[in-house]
């Protein structure tokens, strides 16, 4: 496809979605419709792309900044919004064009690509790619001729009752020879029952020009499947969820129950792990083999080590290595390294740390901005304190240190290997290797004098 461009069609408003961001920005499976696009031009190798925006051009461009763009001031149709990108066109003189829609996040690059095979097998003007459905309410129709070839596409307005029994549609994606694209923008005519510029309408311009149009028909009829309210949406979501649930299981994934179980699209699971229901896996997260993660997790941008046992937990851009038992209710942020056999538990926060082999953090914990090293035991309560109020240090543990219940370590400082931080300790300074460091104020006993007290207050009040 070295000659090969792009027009995204991306400039419907989210009115219908009830929505203040352009509708190309609702998201399938935590990723905006049209990145799903983006990804399927990159998988052809169509680097050129210009996205036709309207309102919210913005917010577009900030998901596809890869892509340049023009502006479709008023929404006079699809034919009108490729007429935007005329100049675009022009600096692609005697290659080929593929126009797709911005809201169809199931076109993939396989049918991309066969289309533009077929396109260019057969030196069409037009390639257009159809799917079949049992219930083609809303889409146009494709009319064929006697010889099977494409005459025209209907759009269900302008349709008769004849026309409307086609269960082949158009799913919205074309080739298109740029040449013959920009002279029959220019014969495109609003002479319809929206009065607007269909781009459905240059299919009956090549063939009154007796110009070959071809119709590829996807093997998938998911491709034409677009959404335009939150209804919609929830149906793509829902598509694309069950898509994702038997990818996985047919790689050897157990999922016991799919209740509340979103796997995203980048998402890569290892044999015989366990996916309990209420997980979450969102970005280019990688599960490792043999893990039993969740229930009522959620794990984001992060890699997580073959054996690893994860419960009611939330992980963020952290890497986990193997064997690895965290949960519940803990809470890892972004930039840790858990190293192999970490034991995190209950209500245990871990950001921007390295915690190293064997070390457990048992419960009701922070460690931010440390570096922990092996075999260390935190106890009960334990806070790194990073922060002064204007800036954030870092706290240094060495191996096989042991961390008293209740103990602050105010950073920057630094626990020397093998020491012990007595329960309740408050460290400021460097406690060299080996060390027992207590930092609390000694233990004062009155006797009799809780009996005083008793006596006179008198009896407690009920």
């Known amino acids: 496809m070295e000659q090969a461009c792009a027009i995204v069609l991306a400039a419907g408003d989210g009115k219908r979605m009830r929505s203040a961001r352009p509708k190309v920005l609702c998201e399938v499976l935590f990723r905006p419709m049209i990145c799903w696009i983006s990804d399927t031009l990159g998988e052809c190798g169509i680097q050129d792309v210009c996205a036709v925006l309207g309102a919210g051009a913005d917010l577009v461009r900030q998901a ?18 490729v007429m935007q990108a005329r100049a675009f066109l022009e600096s692609h003189r005697g290659g080929d064009c593929a126009v797709l829609c911005g809201d ?38 494709i009319v064929r001729d006697e010889k ?27 080739w298109f020879s740029v040449d013959f694209l920009l002279d029959a923008l220019n014969r495109l005519r609003a002479d319809n029952a929206q009065g607007e510029y269909y781009l459905t309408d240059v299919i009956g311009i090549a063939a009154a020009q007796g110009r070959r ?34 990818r996985h299981l047919d790689a050897g994934v157990e999922i016991v129950c799919a209740d509340g179980v979103v796997i995203a699209p980048g998402v890569s699971i290892g044999q015989d792990t366990t996916i309990l229901p209420g997980t979450i896996l969102k970005g280019k997260t990688i599960i490792g083999k043999n893990c039993v993660i969740g229930p009522d997790t959620v794990i984001e941008d992060s890699t997580v080590g073959d054996g690893c046992q994860i419960n009611a937990c939330q992980i963020e851009k952290s890497r986990l290595d193997e064997k690895i038992k965290i949960g519940p209710f803990t809470h890892v942020r972004p930039n840790s390294h858990l190293k192999a056999g970490v034991k995190i538990g209950n209500f245990v926060e871990v950001k921007n740390s390295v915690i190293d082999e064997n070390t457990a953090v048992a419960h009701l914990t922070y460690v931010g901005d440390s570096d922990v090293g092996k075999n260390v035991n935190f106890g009960c309560g334990t806070v790194t304190v990073n922060f002064d109020g204007h800036d954030k240090y870092r706290t240094v543990i060495g191996d096989d240190c042991f961390i008293g219940c209740n103990s602050n370590l105010i950073a920057p400082v630094e626990i020397g290997s093998g020491s012990y931080i007595a329960a309740g300790s408050t460290i400021t300074d460097r406690v060299p290797e080996d060390a027992l460091a207590v930092a609390r104020a000694r233990q004062v006993v009155k006797p009799g004098w809780a009996k005083a007290r008793r006596l006179r207050l008198g009896p407690r009040k009920k």
Request: hydrophobic share 40%; aromatic share 6%.
């Open 64 to 81: 596809v900044p890869q892509f340049s763009w023009v502006e479709q001031k008023e929404r006079l149709g699809t034919g009108h919004a």
């Open 104 to 141: 169809a996040p199931f076109m993939d690059a396989d049918t991309l690509k066969n289309a533009y095979l077929l396109h260019k097998k057969e030196g069409a003007a037009v390639t257009l790619v159809s799917a079949w459905l049992d219930n083609p309410t809303g889409y146009g129709r």
């Open 148 to 174: 099977g070839d494409v005459s025209s596409i209907v759009e269900q307005a302008d349709a008769d009752e004849e026309t409307l029994r086609i269960r082949e549609i158009n799913a919205g994606t074309y």
């Open 213 to 246: 149009v071809c119709g590829y028909q996807a093997a998938d009829s998911r491709v034409a499947m677009g959404a335009n309210d939150r209804k919609g949406l929830l149906r793509l979501n829902e598509m694309a969820r069950q898509a994702e649930l038997e």
